[in-house]
């Protein structure tokens, strides 16, 4: 699947390169791999892609390349991406529990799924460097909800049947509302995508 898009303008309020720079310097100084971001019509929401020795590409779907996206919500994914550096995939450790398994709605593991992307040290991880995601993830399904599935196997969100036009129609919410409508157990606790995801419009494959 190529991944890696053509980068588009930005339409964003704020620099995007500049925010990933300030992230990289703050939260992974020991991170020396060169990495650039850019924002285009990729099948997932975001995505890192290593493209040589050290150098990587973050990319940011086309939904969120509008002025009205808040900082926020950028922050958080260049965060989640940067971390997909610091924290490679890894094989399941005998005995761990496969959380890309639904044990909710009893699903049997017919074979391996090969290495996790998002091992629990990774949400971890993630809640130290982002204490802002589940603010931002709420954002981000409240926003696109209807246009998102989150495939629990693949680890990731999908932009479904998404034209610029259609885009453009879309009412994103105003940051501050969405984190007053956040209760305090809610903000606290919730650390894996598909935990965030349910409930929400966004339509949950496992
Ligand atoms: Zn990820």
Known sequence: MPAISQGELELVRFNTTEILREIQRTLFPKLVSHVSCNYGRIPTLGCMNRVGDDRYVISVHSL?????????????????????????????????????????????????LGPIHHPAEFWVRERELSPDRIVAMRWIFEAFGGRLIYRAKEEGIWVRKWRSEYGRGIKRPSIEKVREGLKEEELSGRDMLGDVAEGFEIEVVS
């Open 64 to 112: 969120l390349n509008h002025p009205d996206t808040p900082e926020l919500v950028i922050r958080h994914l260049l965060i989640h991406e940067l971390l997909h550096i610091e924290i490679p995939p890894r094989a399941l450790r005998e005995g761990e529990v496969d959380p890309r398994i639904s044990r909710k709605r009893g699903e049997v593991p017919q074979e391996p």
